[in-house]
């Protein structure tokens, strides 16, 4: 099920990249905005009871309205009617209805991420053996986790997480 707030960013990611193939300059800060509230609203999906995750969507959504209207000025450029089709988008996706479809994305999220830990996710080439990675975890404190042979997740604080890291760094090269 796809939330409003999704499907406005949808439609905003969409306009966007309908304004830049016309020429059109976007300021700056406005994509890396975007991808900030895109994190935001994905976080929300995986645990919609947590308070800083409601939180978090109330702002991705404030900060969604704001881009709104900066992009759909840029848009009157392009005249009445193509701002009346955006909006008639935007208005669609407020009452529910899917506009756009996400695309299939390979990435994975980690659920059940301990809290106040810092989270690394390793995909190796080949197997390895389990030890290995269980002695450099251990030595820094790591905790560790095998998704499946060739898939690591690592929870710690951020700087023993960070060693690791470089210390399986070897890992990637391996085939």
């Known amino acids: 099920m796809s939330l409003p707030s999704e499907q406005n960013w949808l439609i905003l990611n969409n306009l966007?990249?309908?304004?830049?193939?016309k020429?059109?300059?976007?300021?700056?800060?406005i994509n890396p905005e975007?991808?900030?509230i895109r994190?935001?609203?994905?976080?929300?999906?995986?645990?919609?009871?947590?308070?800083?995750?409601i939180n978090g969507l109330a702002k991705a959504e404030m900060s969604l309205n704001s881009i709104q209207g900066t992009i759909l000025s840029i848009a009157e450029n392009e005249g009445e009617e193509y701002v009346d089709h955006w909006l008639d988008l935007?208005?669609?996706a407020m009452?529910?209805?899917?506009?756009?479809e996400f695309p299939k994305s390979r990435s994975t999220f980690l659920v059940n991420t301990p809290p106040g830990l810092t989270t690394g996710r390793i995909n190796l080439k080949v197997p390895l053996a389990e030890e290995r990675v269980q002695e450099i975890a251990e030595w820094n404190g790591l905790i560790i986790e095998f998704d499946?042979?060739?898939?690591?997740?690592l929870h710690g604080d951020k700087p023993d997480l960070q060693v690791g890291l470089k210390e399986m760094g070897s890992f990637f090269l391996e085939e």
Request: charged content about 35%.
């Open 148 to 153: 499946d042979d060739v898939t690591v997740a």
């Open 16 to 21: 966007i990249t309908d304004l830049h193939k």
């Open 90 to 92: 935007f208005k669609r």
């Open 95 to 100: 009452k529910g209805e899917e506009v756009f």
């Open 34 to 36: 975007m991808g900030l």
């Open 39 to 53: 994190s935001s609203i994905s976080s929300y999906k995986k645990d919609p009871s947590h308070p800083d995750l």
């Open 23 to 29: 020429g059109y300059e976007i300021p700056k800060g």
